[in-house]
């Protein structure tokens, strides 16, 4: 199970930091819309979370709603840290 919620957080990290920079790099300055996927991710994890303690046990690929919900918010949480990166080199003025 550990190693599908990792699996989990893996390929939706790498996906939402693809959708990050891209957002990132073509909006402007003043746009927050980098951060708008990593916030989507993050909610959806929470939701998944709550779900898993109220619903009865339901696997996905080997991984309950609250594996996949950690997933989730481990990917969110990394997309805000390179969307932050990448927006700090952005508004840069040197």
């Known amino acids: 199970m550990v190693e599908t919620v990792i ?10 930091a693809l959708i990050s920079i891209f957002l990132v790099k073509m909006t402007s300055k003043q ?5 708008y996927p990593n916030v989507f991710l993050a909610l959806v994890g929470i939701l998944l979370i ?26 969110g949480a ?6 932050a990166v990448m927006d700090a080199y952005k508004n840069v003025e040197a």
């Open 31 to 35: 746009s927050h819309a980098g951060y």
């Open 50 to 75: 709550l779900v898993a303690s109220i619903a009865p046990k339901v696997d996905f690929a080997g991984a309950g709603f609250g594996g996949i919900g950690i997933a989730c918010m481990f990917a």
């Open 7 to 16: 699996t989990f957080g893996a390929i939706l990290t790498a996906i939402t």
């Open 78 to 83: 990394i997309g805000f840290i390179i969307s």
